[in-house]
Every structure is written in C-alpha cells, then in structure tokens.
C-alpha cells in the first residue's frame, strides 16, 4: 500500500464521556484511561503473560503524545474491556517494522470447560500477507482488507462487530464487510492486550488514541475519527461488489415446502424464497431465540459439549412420509474430527426443532467408533455434512464426510429418520488419509437417469482453492465416476499425509472454482463478476419444469470472508453430464438458437482441474460464422439441435449448451455457452458486444 498527503483538516477532540465510549486511551506520556471506567494499562515483556518487566517511552502522537514500542514489550490492557459481541475499536498505528502475525490490538479468553483460547488479533500483516482482524481458533475467521499498512507512517484502523457482523476500515474507508464473526467475548474474565499476544513478534512503532465502545459506531463516526489521515492508494486488484440484497447463509442445504424454497446452512442460518431469485433471511448464528432451535445452547448441549464447540456446521432438512421435517444437524470441533451428527424435527418447515438424539459420532481418539474399531481419522469419517435423500426405488439415504477418512452412506430408516442397525460408518465412496473433499449432495436426474455425487474440494476460505466437483453413478451408493472413467474410491491422498491436493485433483469434474469475468471489452460495463472459493452446495431438480437447480455459498473477488448464497441453473449435456449456467440464475430457459444467434466476441473462463487459490481470469476469443474459434484461442465450434454445443479448442473437446442469460455486469441479456470436456474441465463463455 502507498499513500498520498491530503490537506489538513480541522480536527475536534472528542470528550471522554461520548455515547457507547467505555474506554479511552490517548497515551499522553501515561497509560491511563481517560473515561475512568478501567484502570492503567500495565507494561509486560515480549508475551502478555510475561512477568519480567518491558519497557516503552512516548513521543510525538498523531494527535498528542503516542505510546512507543520496541518490538520486546506490550500492554496489558484491564480485562473487561469487552463483555458481548457488539463492540467498535479505533486507534492509530504507526508501524517502524511489518513482521508475520504481529498484532497490534489482543483480545482473548480461555474457556474452562473446553481449554481452549479463542481470540481477534488486529494485525498489520496477517496470514494472507495484509492488514487483517483474525480470530481463532473455532471457528477461524480472516476479516482481510486487500492492503498492507505502510511503514514509518500514521494509519487509522477500526473494526465493528455486531452480532456476528464485521467491517474493518483503514483511514476511515471500509475495506472488509463480512457475516458469521465469532462471538469471543461473553464474561468479564477476557484478556487484552497492546502489541504482544501469548505466540508472535511484538509489534515495533507507535499506538496512539486508543477507543474502545460498547455499541457498533458509524462509517461517518469512524471518517471523524480518521481526520488528518493519508489518503490510500490501493494497489490494481479485482473487487466484485456483493449483492446488497443478497443473503448470507453458508453450505445451503435446500428444501421447497408448500411452494417455498428454504435454504439451511451452518451457524444456524437460512433464507427463504418463492423464485430462487429473491431471497429472505430468516435466521442467523448460534444463539438462544434463533427461530429454528430457541432453546439452542440447552436443548442440543449434549452435541456441542461432546464436540467442544459453541456453533453448528451445515445441516440438511428433509420432509419424511409422516409429513414433519427433519433437520439432520452436526456439530465440530474444528481441529479434530470430534463431531456429533444428529435428529431434531419440526411439524414446521420454519421450525422450532426438537432435538430427537445424536446418532452418530466421530474422534473418540483410542475408542471404539460406529464399526466397533478404534476410531483412525485416516479412514473412519468425519461425521458432519449430511445428506439426506430418497433413491429412485423410495429407500432414505444419507451421503455424509469431511476431510479425514472420507465420504461414506448410509441407508436410514423411513419411519425413525436414523441409520438401521449394524451398518457401522456405512459404506465408503472415496476420500481417505486426510484429503480436503467434502460437502457430499447425491441428486437424481431422471432425465439423465443417474445419480450425480456433488463434492467440494479443497478449503473452504479465501485462499482455500474451494471447487465444486461431480461424479456419477447408476446406483445411489456407487461406486461413482468422473468423466474421464476414474473410480472415485481412488480418490485420496497418500498414506501419513495431510491435504495431498496433487493427489486428488485429477479426480472429478471440476464444475466450478474461482474465476472472474473482466468485462474489458468498452466502457458499458457496471462491474465484473466472479466468484472465490464457491463449494458447499446443494442442488434441485424440479418435476414440472424439468430445470435443475445448483445452489451454493460463495465468496467474492476482494471481498475477503464475505460470501452470500447463489443459484444457477443446470443442464444436461449430449454425454450425460452437468454442466453449469455461467451467470445466475434469472428465470431464464433454454431455447432454439440459431448461428447468428451465438456468432461473436466471449469472454471465455478455462476453470481448470487444479486446487487452487488462484483466479481464473477471462480472455477474448471469437466464435466465427464459418466455425473457427479465434482470439486468445483456436479451434472450431458446431450447433446442433438448437443449443447444444461442441467446442474443439488447443486439442480437447468440450460439450455442452448455449442459453440467453441475464448479466449482472452488463445489465443486459446476452449469449452464454457452459461445457465440459472427457477431461473433466469446465469452460464458461459469456458474450460480448463488439
């Protein structure tokens, strides 16, 4: 990050007693609060339990006298500072050095029962190489702005947190907007700290003017404060807005119920929707009075203190024959596969849930699992992300696993919604040996009459490399294969590793990853459009339309941890493949299309076969009347039937379908084509006026 002088502006110092301000250090040569609230903040050594005594002097603030650091000392602020999860924190950093995982701003609590530290860390320099407010340690969150602060220069930096929601701002412009921030502070006995934590490099410059609130302040609140400060330069970089009326509800498991379709996702969350297009929240985040389980923390608090967690991952809804719903939940400790899977049912789709049991559990380290063996995370599972769904012949199964030994069915009883006995773990689909694949969803399409096992590879953050992937299969418990004829069982990484994506990422046809459609071609564009990490997905075949459904959460081109809930549509290519609608979906169907229909400009996306966390950007190519494929590639194209397509493009062939979609970006309709290859690689081409 550069930055740039702006003329001086009048500054107004705020009074001590501001509404919603608790504590307030201005380091004006001592280490008091100047709202009298809390006491001295007290000099430690390089950790902020040290006893032996640090050292730091003052000098010249942004505003007054600043609070020097040496790089071997800290603060220990009072505890208390923060007692719930809505809070504002401001303060000035003027940095002599930017080392890895340095904090500047620490707060933490140990949690008795579990032994575990959960804390925010606001770091110059975080994990992904910017400046970032970072929390661990489940679950982890990244809230990342795109820049690193300077060196040897004043920064403003302040965050909000409102009840799981986060913004981060540098020099008063918000650079991080996302959901889902963990709740850390719940007592009084919380630790806080200045420029050291319990691990990393102490922080080395100056810290001045010191605000801590107890309510969420304003954008206009946070460019008073930041008054005097640089003007930033961010550096070239892709940025995709969200939809400000989007939803928020992560791995989405969807439902339709009496004309409405509901979307059911981890942390508690959901949406609800008449046309798959305009979505409601219903509910958000782990907490008593959350519409689907009031009661949470009493009524499901045998699930989260078998796993030592405080939240939920990605649950499925389902609606058996006796006409109640059934949420089959699961919960995590993160660091380990200890999970709990379980059974709460609602006469409601919109709830209250009543927990029936858990039947189902994963990390007793040298016990017993399900199978009667000593539970090994190398090949027993994870037991989290179900699936629950009737198979052609009207049997209930569910599709379950994350990571560790891998993906694995089981054939549930109808009338109790459990596994029937003797089953174990059930029967294996692939995974093993700590391979990140994930997310299973089996949909039948009876127009292609096969099973299609939906996965996620890779890691579900920013720099996760999150990918959606299908393999199918005639019969719903297998054995599946990808397009290329691979047997998906041989799916998983090498004995006595952990994550050996090389290993697995032949495996499957990629549908989808990160990419971003650039729009270069004139001035006419809104924005661009792309996804980051898109995984965790659901999908819905509807009867009376024949259309197929994928919907999924995803994150977004420099937007960091924010992700929101998107619906595409499906076809059915001339192989019998999936494949996947470039934009949205907007009420669009397929239809006859002729040669001048599809000629011209595309940006085509190549999304590739690896896990990465890279962007696949767009490139120009041209579809030409006389079927040559020019620009940034060559081949040849050919329609048959009205919209299917056959691409031929640097040796490999691709089908799949043309569709008239609605582009968010250009804010007009226009020609798009989604193929697939005997490869497994998706190509996406959304057109472009000349």
């Given at each position: 990050?550069s930055?740039?002088p702006?003329?001086e502006?009048?500054?107004?110092?705020?009074?001590?007693?501001e509404?919603?301000?608790?504590?307030?250090y201005?380091?004006?040569?001592?280490l008091?609060?100047?709202?009298?609230n809390?006491?001295?903040?007290?000099v430690?050594?390089?950790l902020?339990t040290?006893?032996?005594?640090?050292?730091?002097?003052?000098?010249?603030?942004m505003?007054?006298?600043?609070?020097v650091?040496?790089g071997?000392?800290?603060?220990?602020?009072?505890?208390g500072l923060?007692?719930d999860n809505s809070?504002s924190?401001?303060?000035?950093?003027?940095?002599?050095?930017?080392?890895?995982f340095t904090?500047t701003?620490?707060?933490?609590?140990n949690?008795e029962?579990?032994?575990?530290?959960k804390w925010?860390?606001?770091?110059p320099?975080?994990?992904?190489?910017?400046?970032m407010?970072w929390?661990?340690?489940d679950p982890?969150?990244d809230?990342?702005?795109?820049?690193?602060?300077?060196?040897?220069?004043?920064?403003?930096v302040a965050?909000?947190?409102?009840n799981?929601?986060?913004?981060?701002?540098l020099?008063g412009?918000?650079l991080?907007?996302?959901?889902?921030?963990?709740?850390?502070?719940t007592?009084?006995d919380?630790?806080?700290?200045?420029?050291?934590n319990?691990?990393?490099?102490?922080?080395?410059?100056?810290?001045?003017?010191?605000?801590?609130?107890?309510?969420?302040i304003d954008e206009?609140?946070?460019?008073?404060l930041?008054k005097?400060?640089a003007?930033?330069?961010?550096?070239?970089?892709?940025?995709?807005?969200?939809?400000?009326?989007?939803?928020?509800?992560?791995d989405p498991?969807v439902?339709?119920?009496?004309?409405?379709y509901w979307?059911?996702?981890?942390?508690?969350?959901?949406?609800?929707?008449k046309?798959?297009?305009?979505?409601?929240?219903y509910?958000?985040?782990v907490?008593?009075g959350?519409?689907l389980i009031p009661n949470?923390?009493?009524?499901?608090?045998?699930?989260?203190?078998w796993?030592?967690?405080?939240t939920?991952?990605?649950p499925?809804?389902?609606?058996?024959?006796?006409g109640?719903?059934y949420?089959?939940?699961?919960?995590?400790?993160?660091?380990?596969?200890?999970?709990?899977?379980?059974?709460?049912v609602?006469d409601?789709?919109?709830?209250?849930?009543?927990?029936?049991?858990?039947?189902?559990k994963?990390?007793?380290?040298?016990?017993?699992?399900?199978?009667?063996?000593?539970?090994d995370?190398?090949i027993?599972?994870n037991?989290?992300?179900?699936?629950?769904f009737?198979?052609?012949?009207?049997?209930?199964r569910?599709?379950?696993?994350s990571?560790?030994?891998?993906?694995?069915?089981?054939?549930l009883?109808?009338?109790?919604?459990?596994?029937?006995?003797?089953q174990?773990?059930?029967?294996k689909?692939l995974?093993?040996?700590?391979?990140r694949?994930?997310?299973?969803y089996?949909?039948?399409?009876?127009?292609a009459?096969?099973?299609?096992?939906?996965?996620?590879?890779?890691?579900?953050?920013?720099d996760?490399?999150?990918n959606i992937?299908?393999?199918r299969?005639?019969?719903?418990?297998?054995?599946?294969?990808?397009?290329?004829?691979?047997d998906m069982?041989?799916?998983?990484g090498s004995r006595g590793?952990?994550?050996?994506?090389?290993?697995?990422?032949?495996?499957?046809?990629?549908?989808m990853?990160n990419?971003?459609f650039?729009?270069q071609?004139?001035?006419?564009?809104?924005?661009e459009l792309g996804?980051?990490?898109?995984g965790?997905n659901?999908a819905y075949?509807?009867?009376?339309s024949g259309?197929?459904?994928?919907l999924f959460h995803?994150?977004f081109p420099?937007?960091?941890e924010?992700?929101q809930?998107?619906?595409?549509?499906?076809?059915?290519?001339s192989?019998g493949?999936?494949?996947?609608?470039?934009?949205?979906?907007?009420e669009e169907?397929?239809?006859?299309?002729t040669?001048?229909?599809v000629i011209?400009?595309?940006?085509?996306?190549?999304?590739?076969?690896?896990?990465?966390?890279d962007?696949?950007?767009s490139v120009?190519?041209k579809?030409?009347?006389?079927?040559?494929?020019?620009?940034?590639?060559?081949?040849?194209?050919?329609?048959s039937?009205?919209?299917?397509?056959?691409?031929?493009?640097?040796?490999?062939?691709?089908?799949?379908?043309?569709?008239?979609?609605?582009?968010?970006?250009?804010?007009?309709?226009?020609?798009?084509?989604?193929?697939?290859?005997q490869?497994?690689?998706?190509i996406?081409?959304?057109?472009?006026d000349?």
């Amino acid at each position: 990050m550069s930055a740039k002088p702006v003329e001086e502006t009048e500054y107004i110092e705020p009074v001590a007693n501001e509404d919603g301000l608790v504590a307030y250090y201005t380091f004006d040569k001592n280490l008091k609060d100047a709202t009298s609230n809390f006491g001295e903040g007290e000099v430690v050594g390089k950790l902020v339990t040290s006893n032996d005594s640090g050292s730091i002097t003052y000098s010249k603030g942004m505003r007054n006298q600043a609070a020097v650091f040496d790089g071997k000392s800290g603060v220990r602020l009072p505890k208390g500072l923060i007692t719930d999860n809505s809070y504002s924190v401001s303060m000035w950093l003027n940095p002599r050095a930017i080392t890895d995982f340095t904090t500047t701003f620490f707060g933490g609590i140990n949690e008795e029962e579990t032994g575990r530290q959960k804390w925010i860390s606001l770091q110059p320099k975080g994990p992904v190489g910017r400046t970032m407010l970072w929390s661990g340690n489940d679950p982890w969150y990244d809230a990342d702005t795109p820049l690193t602060i300077p060196k040897k220069q004043w920064t403003h930096v302040a965050f909000t947190v409102d009840n799981g929601k986060v913004k981060v701002y540098l020099n008063g412009k918000e650079l991080f907007a996302g959901r889902d921030f963990p709740d850390i502070f719940t007592d009084e006995d919380s630790v806080f700290a200045l420029a050291v934590n319990y691990w990393d490099t102490p922080f080395k410059g100056m810290i001045d003017e010191l605000r801590i609130y107890d309510v969420v302040i304003d954008e206009n609140r946070i460019a008073e404060l930041a008054k005097g400060a640089a003007e930033l330069e961010a550096p070239d970089m892709i940025k995709v807005p969200l939809d400000p009326n989007g939803v928020s509800v992560h791995d989405p498991s969807v439902i339709k119920a009496d004309g409405t379709y509901w979307v059911f996702g981890s942390h508690l969350a959901s949406a609800y929707s008449k046309d798959l297009i305009n979505w409601k929240q219903y509910s958000d985040h782990v907490h008593n009075g959350n519409p689907l389980i009031p009661n949470v923390t009493e009524e499901m608090s045998e699930g989260l203190e078998w796993a030592q967690t405080d939240t939920f991952w990605a649950p499925d809804v389902i609606q058996l024959e006796d006409g109640k719903y059934y949420m089959y939940y699961n919960m995590c400790k993160g660091d380990s596969p200890r999970s709990a899977l379980g059974l709460a049912v609602s006469d409601k789709i919109e709830g209250p849930y009543q927990d029936k049991g858990i039947f189902l559990k994963s990390g007793m380290w040298g016990e017993a699992g399900a199978d009667g063996e000593i539970y090994d995370a190398t090949i027993h599972p994870n037991t989290v992300d179900p699936d629950v769904f009737y198979d052609k012949e009207g049997k209930l199964r569910m599709v379950y696993g994350s990571y560790s030994g891998g993906i694995f069915i089981l054939e549930l009883d109808p009338t109790t919604g459990k596994p029937y006995a003797d089953q174990g773990y059930g029967k294996k689909l692939l995974g093993g040996n700590h391979s990140r694949i994930e997310a299973p969803y089996i949909l039948y399409s009876p127009e292609a009459d096969y099973y299609y096992l939906f996965l996620s590879y890779g890691g579900l953050g920013a720099d996760g490399g999150y990918n959606i992937r299908i393999a199918r299969s005639k019969n719903p418990d297998g054995p599946y294969y990808d397009a290329k004829g691979q047997d998906m069982i041989d799916s998983h990484g090498s004995r006595g590793t952990f994550f050996d994506d090389a290993a697995i990422s032949p495996y499957g046809v990629k549908l989808m990853g990160n990419f971003v459609f650039h729009h270069q071609l004139g001035e006419l564009a809104k924005h661009e459009l792309g996804y980051v990490s898109p995984g965790h997905n659901s999908a819905y075949y509807d009867q009376e339309s024949g259309k197929h459904y994928i919907l999924f959460h995803t994150r977004f081109p420099g937007q960091g941890e924010g992700h929101q809930l998107r619906v595409h549509q499906m076809f059915i290519n001339s192989e019998g493949w999936l494949v996947v609608a470039p934009h949205r979906y907007r009420e669009e169907t397929i239809g006859e299309y002729t040669v001048e229909d599809v000629i011209g400009q595309y940006e085509l996306v190549n999304h590739g076969k690896d896990i990465t966390a890279d962007i696949k950007e767009s490139v120009i190519i041209k579809l030409n009347e006389d079927g040559t494929i020019s620009g940034e590639v060559d081949g040849y194209w050919e329609l048959s039937e009205g919209y299917n397509v056959k691409l031929t493009v640097d040796g490999s062939t691709y089908n799949g379908v043309f569709l008239e979609q609605w582009d968010d970006g250009l804010e007009e309709d226009v020609m798009t084509f989604s193929a697939l290859s005997q490869g497994g690689v998706s190509i996406w081409g959304s057109h472009l006026d000349e």
